[in-house]
């Protein structure tokens, strides 16, 4: 009764999580031309954006620490603490005529605090399956990469028929719109926090002890940070790639489309691959596409090969984030679920994004377009080797009593649905 009473949690969770990547459009997705357009440079780019993955690595850790220690704050506060800062750094950035110097610091630290709210949101989601609501994770995911599509196609036409500084009432519409969602959802802070810990777990260790003692986890941190590293150098200045080939704002608008649209399938296909292979198994095919894709980006030679190297996007980040959402809840203990989810895009999305933009925008100024998306190829490729070779017996005695949970559960949705 407790899953068909609460089936409307599904659909609140969809629409946070769509919301809150409409905003993350609306700040990290046009960041190039938000910053340009602000009168930075390619290398001052690539530091502030850099910039705030690096400071990302020490304060998600951080946010997922208050989260889980404070009684008062919950996941759901902190979310909503977290909106409220960013919405008060976007207005500032907007409305208050700052010099590159004040826009690279205010940027910086609102992107900082963008970087700790996918983990919490993760976390959010997996608290509700854990204890038992009707939700589909890799589902929700998917609405919010398929709403991120349609914002980036939207926006870019917008941009391009106005300035880039509307980005910032953009930005504060989505925001306020996204504080209405996050609010309506259940807080499950207190429940969370009566959960029985497991015996077997020796949950007085320290999130570097679990991670060094999991060789596992720790080669999909390595391989997934330098995989991402391409990525992130790719995605930030797709701006430059669309416009060497003759393209436009609205046309990057378009690339961006593709890429987050491609996203949408693979998340909504996630659970039947769930059953038929396991996370680590998923991971190493979206570490192949990792490869593929600024390969696909660097041979481009007109916009619609672009396009195609955009729509790589679903098989690897799209697969990348419910796999490694579901391998980590199934690895770490429950007490130490956030932190883990903090932990791991610490490594995965924030060390990888400030090496990305650092070295990408490094790389263009001084070598040229070519040489980054040649290097992102090779970084790619390294990352694809780490995680191609890990051996599946390592993975099954954390991760197939969860799979098999996993099963059972969208077994007996089906049933009940019918």
Same mark, same amino acid.
């Given at each position: /009764?407790?899953?068909?009473n609460n089936?409307?949690t599904?659909?609140?969770?969809?629409?946070?999580?769509?919301?809150?990547?409409?905003?993350?459009?609306?700040m990290?997705?046009y960041a190039?031309?938000?910053?340009?357009? $602000?009168?930075?440079s390619?290398?001052?780019?690539?530091i502030?954006?850099?910039?705030?993955?690096?400071?990302?690595?020490?304060?998600?850790?951080?946010v997922?620490?208050?989260?889980e220690?404070?009684? @008062?704050?919950?996941?759901? $506060?902190?979310?909503?603490?977290?909106?409220l800062?960013?919405?008060?750094?976007?207005?500032a950035l907007?409305?208050l005529?700052?010099?590159?110097?004040g826009?690279m610091?205010?940027?910086?630290?609102?992107?900082?605090?963008?970087?700790c709210?996918p983990?919490?949101?993760?976390?959010?989601g997996?608290?509700?399956?854990?204890?038992?609501?009707?939700?589909?994770?890799?589902?929700?995911?998917?609405?919010?990469?398929?709403?991120?599509?349609?914002?980036?196609?939207?926006?870019?036409?917008?941009?391009?028929?106005?300035?880039?500084?509307?980005?910032? =009432?953009i930005?504060i519409?989505?925001?306020?719109?996204?504080?209405?969602?996050?609010?309506?959802? $259940?807080?499950?802070?207190?429940?969370? #926090?009566?959960?029985?810990?497991?015996p077997?777990l020796?949950?007085?260790?320290? /999130?570097?002890q679990?991670?060094?003692?999991?060789?596992?986890?720790?080669?999909?941190?390595?391989?997934f940070?330098?995989?991402?590293?391409?990525?992130?150098?790719?995605?930030?200045?797709?701006?430059?790639?669309?416009?060497?080939?003759?393209?436009?704002?609205?046309?990057?608008?378009i690339?961006?489309?593709?890429?987050a649209? *491609?996203?949408?399938?693979?998340?909504?296909?996630?659970?039947?691959?769930?059953?038929?292979?396991?996370?680590?198994?998923?991971?190493?095919?979206?570490?192949?596409?990792?490869?593929?894709?600024?390969?696909?980006?660097?041979?481009?030679?007109n916009?619609?090969?672009?396009?195609?190297?955009?729509?790589?996007q679903?098989m690897?980040?799209?697969l990348?984030?419910?796999?490694?959402?579901? =391998?980590?809840?199934?690895?770490i203990a429950?007490?130490?679920?956030?932190?883990?989810?903090?932990?791991f *895009?610490?490594?995965?999305?924030?060390?990888a994004?400030?090496?990305?933009?650092l070295?990408?925008?490094?790389?263009q100024?001084t070598?040229?377009?070519?040489?980054?998306?040649?290097?992102?190829?090779v970084?790619?490729?390294?990352?694809?080797?780490?995680?191609? @070779?890990?051996?599946?017996?390592?993975?099954?005695?954390?991760?197939?009593?969860? #799979?098999v949970?996993?099963w059972? =559960?969208f077994?007996?949705?089906?049933?009940?649905?019918?």
């Amino acid at each position: /009764m407790r899953r068909l009473n609460n089936i409307p949690t599904k659909h609140q969770y969809s629409a946070v999580q769509a919301l809150y990547w409409m905003t993350s459009c609306a700040m990290g997705g046009y960041a190039a031309v938000f910053l340009q357009y $602000k009168g930075l440079s390619n290398t001052l780019i690539g530091i502030v954006v850099g910039g705030a993955a690096c400071l990302s690595m020490a304060v998600q850790p951080l946010v997922a620490q208050i989260t889980e220690t404070v009684p @008062f704050l919950t996941v759901k $506060k902190m979310i909503q603490l977290l909106i409220l800062c960013m919405t008060g750094l976007y207005a500032a950035l907007t409305f208050l005529p700052l010099p590159i110097v004040g826009v690279m610091a205010v940027y910086m630290a609102m992107n900082t605090l963008n970087y700790c709210m996918p983990p919490l949101l993760s976390a959010m989601g997996m608290e509700f399956i854990n204890r038992g609501y009707y939700l589909d994770f890799g589902l929700s995911r998917g609405i919010g990469s398929i709403a991120y599509a349609f914002c980036a196609a939207a926006v870019g036409f917008i941009i391009e028929k106005f300035f880039p500084g509307v980005l910032g =009432y953009i930005y504060i519409l989505f925001a306020a719109l996204l504080m209405l969602a996050v609010s309506v959802m $259940k807080d499950l802070g207190n429940e969370r #926090r009566t959960v029985r810990k497991d015996p077997r777990l020796d949950t007085e260790e320290g /999130m570097l002890q679990i991670v060094m003692k999991n060789p596992v986890l720790l080669s999909l941190m390595i391989g997934f940070c330098l995989t991402n590293m391409s990525n992130a150098a790719a995605c930030t200045y797709m701006v430059n790639i669309v416009k060497n080939l003759g393209g436009t704002d609205s046309l990057l608008g378009i690339a961006n489309f593709v890429s987050a649209a *491609s996203e949408m399938p693979v998340m909504l296909l996630f659970a039947w691959m769930l059953r038929k292979r396991n996370c680590i198994q998923l991971l190493k095919i979206s570490a192949l596409f990792y490869v593929i894709k600024p390969i696909v980006l660097m041979t481009a030679v007109n916009l619609p090969m672009a396009f195609l190297g955009c729509a790589m996007q679903g098989m690897c980040f799209g697969l990348f984030t419910p796999a490694a959402v579901y =391998y980590v809840n199934s690895t770490i203990a429950p007490e130490k679920r956030v932190k883990g989810q903090a932990v791991f *895009s610490m490594i995965t999305s924030g060390a990888a994004t400030c090496g990305g933009n650092l070295l990408g925008g490094w790389l263009q100024d001084t070598f040229g377009l070519k040489i980054m998306l040649a290097i992102c190829v090779v970084m790619a490729f390294a990352g694809m080797l780490v995680v191609a @070779f890990l051996k599946e017996e390592n993975t099954k005695r954390h991760e197939l009593p969860f #799979r098999v949970k996993m099963w059972r =559960y969208f077994q007996r949705r089906k049933k009940r649905m019918a």
